[in-house]
């Protein structure tokens, strides 16, 4: 009797073996070809969009190593109404697109700009949790976490906006948070993605991270945590995972850090005007994960004070960059034409307004500033007065 089960059992097992396999290798040759075959839904739209009120389809970005990033196309669902042109919101690190619905609907800018008549587009990076994978690895194995911030200046964005650029025929109006700010900062600096912005808008601008007043993130930087974790053979970094709980451990036993008190306001500074009832909501989508070396990047350019590639020791950087240093991003050649509005909190303790000055000083435009005083880096996507105070002067910015 027990026998017959647990033959039945391996058969089972052999059964669904096979059945994930056929799945896998469909899954494999249908995002190869990438052009029409109806893709699988990660679930974005399902989840964040009200499929009554709003159009959201879902597609499928290739970078050139292989990630399959997902974007979503997000209008009213009257043609009439969608006159705009295309948008396109790109979001902080350890999180996805989600970042951008997660407040009630008037006051998510996804939907204030859809119902403002633009066709809105959601990047998601290769780490955000609605994606499709990579064409070669899993999430579980460690060359899907093999990647640092470069990868998403020289691949992620540009491949995005290309596509984006490709479907509507018209440069994007920009809209980016945290690290969706330093990403595009970097592309114009390199050139990749200048003639797919018409204007951008920049929440949280971070030019770079000398001046960081976050103890969380200073302590973990100067603690050299992301050496340790690199060291040890760590790629994929989460924050619910034993790593992650190394992590906070190691910084948190720092004296510079009290854990004890909403551990948020250490790692973004005192938010303002924070929706206390949406903290588990941000909590759950803002702790996605990333590569080790992604924050092992920013942990250098905490370190360094510069806003520069990665840096792979004297040896390597000399092998790979010809200087013993790695270079820097240059912001400076970025055209002047190029209308930016840079908004940013004096409580933000990661883009620390000493560091916003020096990213105003070098760039050759003058761009415009939005200066919230009271704001942190969390309120720009979950403050309650968001709406009013930062995503109605977005619009106003991009129709002037
Ligand atoms: C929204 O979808 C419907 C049904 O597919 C379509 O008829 C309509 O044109 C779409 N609207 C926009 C703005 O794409
Ligand atoms: C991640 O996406 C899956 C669907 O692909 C969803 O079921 C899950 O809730 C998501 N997790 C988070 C933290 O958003
Ligand atoms: C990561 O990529 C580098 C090349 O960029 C390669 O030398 C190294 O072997 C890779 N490591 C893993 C674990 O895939
Ligand atoms: C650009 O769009 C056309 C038509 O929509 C499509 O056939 C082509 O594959 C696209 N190219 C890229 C690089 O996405
Ligand atoms: C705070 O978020 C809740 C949803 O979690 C929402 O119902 C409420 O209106 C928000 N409060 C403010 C002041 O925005
Ligand atoms: C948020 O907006 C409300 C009214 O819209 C205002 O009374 C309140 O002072 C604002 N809060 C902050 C911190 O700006």
Redesign the pocket.
Same mark, same amino acid.
């Given at each position: 009797m027990l026998e017959q089960q647990v033959k039945m059992r391996d058969e089972k097992v052999i059964v669904w073996c096979i059945a994930i396999l056929l799945l896998q290798g469909f899954h494999v040759r249908a995002s190869a070809q990438v052009?029409n075959l109806p893709l699988p839904s990660t679930g974005f739209c399902e989840s964040f969009v009200s499929p009554i009120s709003y159009n959201c389809t879902e597609m499928m970005v290739q970078t050139h190593d292989g990630f399959l990033l997902a974007i979503q196309r997000i209008t009213t669902s009257n043609p009439l109404t969608v006159r705009k042109g295309p948008a396109f919101l790109y979001h902080g690190i350890m999180e996805g697109g989600e970042t951008w619905a997660l407040n009630a609907n008037d006051d998510s800018l996804a939907f204030m700009m859809a119902n403002s008549g633009y066709e809105v587009w959601i990047g998601n990076t290769r780490s955000s949790n609605y994606t499709f994978g990579h064409l070669k690895f899993t999430r579980k194995e460690k060359e899907f976490w093999n990647w640092s911030w470069d990868d998403l200046v020289k691949s992620d964005l540009p491949s995005m906006l290309? #596509?984006v650029n490709? #479907?509507s025929k018209q440069p994007v109006y920009y809209v980016g948070y945290s690290q969706g700010t330093m990403t595009a900062l970097a592309s114009l600096s390199e050139g990749s993605i200048t003639a797919l912005i018409s204007k951008a808008a920049l929440l949280s601008p971070i030019g770079s991270l000398k001046y960081i007043t976050s103890p969380f993130a200073s302590a973990a930087s100067y603690l050299f945590v992301d050496e340790i974790l690199l060291l040890s053979g760590v790629a994929e970094f989460s924050a619910n995972s034993d790593v992650g709980k190394r992590f906070l451990d190691i910084t948190c036993a720092s004296s510079q850090v009290d854990c004890r008190h909403e551990l948020i306001s250490q790692i973004t500074g005192t938010n303002c005007c924070f929706n206390t009832s949406q903290i588990s909501v941000y909590n759950k989508y803002s702790m996605q994960s990333t590569s080790m070396r992604n924050l092992a990047q920013m942990a250098q350019m905490v370190r360094s004070g510069r806003f520069s590639m990665y840096d792979h020791g004297f040896w390597n950087n000399v092998k790979k960059y010809s200087s013993l240093f790695p270079p820097e991003y240059d912001v400076s050649v970025i055209p002047a034409t190029l209308p930016i509005l840079l908004a940013h909190g004096g409580n933000d303790a990661l883009a620390d307004p000493n560091d916003v000055a020096a990213l105003i000083s070098k760039l050759a435009g003058s761009p415009q500033v939005l200066y919230l005083p009271k704001y942190a880096h969390a309120d720009f996507v979950m403050g309650t007065n968001a709406s009013q105070d930062v995503y109605t002067p977005i619009l106003e910015f991009f129709q002037a």
């Open positions: 052009t290309q #596509y490709n #479907y």
